[in-house]
Structure formats: structure tokens, C-alpha cells
């Protein structure tokens, strides 16, 4: 089945700075890739996806590459708030997505 | 509000007892989703339900069964709870039988197994 590394598992950055989480995955069939972002005791919420006939995907601060040759691919958030401290999970997806174990997002004002 | 309910909120039992969690999709959503989450181990897929029938299943132990019913809502079975069976309980809905479009969480369950 599909596995999903995702890194780092925790990020701390200063606000206004930018952050990056990586995730491979190993099933080349995969062609759907979201991410989620939830809130302490919060539901995981979509935040951003993208699709295997796509690099590149951008959402005001966010964007999402991928990279199917080397089966990898990042969430950029860009000029980093508070609010944006969360756990981010990737996950990748033939038919049921496989998620990655999550990056704790923690932006310091 | 995502749509997608979840009851109880919390549920705090025994070692060895058994629990039913529920969950109602989302309006027109036909596939349910169980998910998981505990500290280590991040979002474990469970089952899937598609208009009342099973679909996909995931790392679900024996000791857990779930069911659809006619009216699309879900229940998640748990029998001879373990402490290590305390966890989130996360349900989603789809439109779809799969391809993981449109997932939508609910708030999830805590279980807590003292």
C-alpha cells in the first residue's frame, strides 16, 4: 500500500518568516495530493490540493508543488502569522488517502 | 460547522467494555470514512462505507466493526477496549466512492479507556 513520509515533524518559525514541509510518497499512482491543517482539538480542514497533472498550485500565502519523478511534494506558507500554528498533514491518494504523520507548525509572533 | 456530525464528543469507559460511536455525513454525501489519530501514529485509516456498503478497509482490528445504514449514517463499534484503543475518532464524508475528493471531517470522538 501507500506510505507517506512527511518532515519535519516539527517546525518553529518567527512570524513573517516563511515554512516549508516536505512529504514523499512510494506509489507512483497515487494523483491526488491534499493537505490539511488542524487547530488544537480542532477537525482536520482542507486547506490547499493538488493533482498529478499539476506542479504547482497557489493560494494567496500557500502553495503546494509536486514533483512526480521523485515522488515528492511541499507546502509553502509565506510571511507567517500566529495563526498559522497548527499540525499540517499531507497525504496522498489513489483511492483512500494515506496521510503523513503530521508537522507541528508553531510561528512565534 | 462542517456538515459532518459526530456524537458523543467524549466518551470515557472501562478496559474491556464496548462503545458505539456515531457519525451523520454530510448532506448527499454517500461514502463515510473512519479515521484514527492517536499521538504517535497520526491519521490511521479504518473503513469505508459507500451508500451502505463496505469499500475499503484499513488497519481495523478485529475487535472493531462498523456499518452504514439506510439513511447514510455511520456507527463505529468497539469492543474489549485496550488503553491503547484511547484515541480521536475521526469520521469524513464524500460525494464520491472514493479518490479522496470532497473529504470533509467531522469534530471527532475522544475516547479515553481508563
Known amino acids: 500500500g501507500e506510505n507517506v513520509e512527511q518532515h519535519p515533524s516539527t517546525l518553529s518559525v518567527q512570524e513573517g518568516d516563511s515554512a516549508v514541509i516536505k512529504c514523499t510518497y512510494s506509489d507512483s499512482a497515487s494523483n491526488y495530493f491534499p493537505w490539511y491543517k488542524q487547530e488544537l482539538g480542532k477537525r482536520p480542514q482542507l486547506i490547499i490540493d493538488?493533482?498529478?497533472?499539476?506542479g504547482e498550485k497557489k493560494d494567496q500565502r500557500i502553495a503546494v508543488t509536486l514533483n512526480k519523478t521523485a515522488k515528492h511534494f511541499s507546502l509553502h506558507i509565506t510571511e507567517t502569522q500566529p495563526e498559522d500554528s497548527a499540525v499540517y498533514f499531507c497525504a496522498a491518494s489513489i483511492n483512500i488517502p494515506t496521510f503523513g504523520r503530521g508537522t507541528s507548525l508553531i510561528v512565534h509572533p | 460547522d462542517s456538515g459532518v456530525t459526530q456524537t458523543p464528543k467524549h466518551l470515557i469507559t472501562a478496559t474491556g467494555q464496548r462503545v458505539t460511536l456515531r457519525c451523520s455525513p454530510r448532506?448527499?454525501?454517500?461514502?463515510v470514512y473512519w479515521y484514527q489519530q492517536s499521538l504517535d501514529q497520526g491519521l490511521q485509516f479504518l473503513i469505508q462505507y459507500y451508500n451502505g456498503e463496505e469499500r475499503a478497509k484499513g488497519n481495523i482490528l478485529e475487535r472493531f466493526s462498523a456499518q452504514q445504514f439506510p439513511d447514510l449514517h455511520s456507527e463505529l463499534n468497539l469492543s474489549s477496549l485496550e488503553l491503547g484503543d484511547s484515541a480521536l475518532y475521526f469520521c469524513?464524508?464524500?460525494?464520491?466512492?472514493?479518490?479522496?475528493?470532497?473529504?470533509?471531517f467531522g469534530s471527532g470522538t475522544r475516547l479515553t479507556v481508563v
Open positions: 469524513a464524508s464524500s460525494p464520491w466512492e472514493g479518490g479522496g475528493l470532497g473529504y470533509t
Open positions: 448532506s448527499g454525501d454517500l461514502s
Open positions: 493538488i493533482r498529478s497533472n499539476v
